[in-house]
Nanobody, 122 residues
Framework: VQLQASGGGSVQAGGSLRLSCTAS????????MGWFSQAPGKEREFVAA????????YYADSVKGRFTISRDNAENTVYLHMISLKPEDTAVYYC????????????????WGQGTQVTVSS
């Protein structure tokens, strides 16, 4: 599975962005998807995850109520809609996929996209 993330950019605090992650390759596999963020000098952190069916979603406490993860399996794409962005949301955002795991442990995701930069200015 190959993942291509896009949609990052620079916004002011309070603004919004929508990230996309499109999967290709063995996309007939039912993969669970996650988004992680990594700020300079920090470890990669869990942001949100969604099961292959889209029925279950999970969020980090820091983004609950502001970020929404969704997916369109017909388009092999997962989205992360971010609103009320804060300067502390500034990071490179990565999408990840797993055939069997759903959760916050980055080590359990086998496939990763290249990352897209999100910059939020105050």
């Amino acid at each position: 599975v190959q993942l291509q993330a896009s949609g990052g950019g620079s916004v002011q605090a309070g603004g919004s962005l929508r990230l996309s992650c499109t999967a290709s390759g063995r996309t007939q596999s039912r993969v669970n998807m996650g988004w992680f963020s990594q700020a300079p000098g920090k470890e990669r952190e869990f942001v949100a995850a969604i099961t292959w069916s889209g029925h279950d979603t999970y969020y980090a406490d820091s983004v609950k109520g502001r970020f929404t993860i969704s997916r369109d399996n017909a388009e092999n794409t997962v989205y992360l809609h971010m609103i009320s962005l804060k300067p502390e949301d500034t990071a490179v955002y990565y999408c990840a996929a797993s055939n069997w795991y759903i959760g916050a442990d980055a080590r359990r995701y086998a496939y990763w996209g290249q990352g897209t930069q999100v910059t939020v200015s105050s």
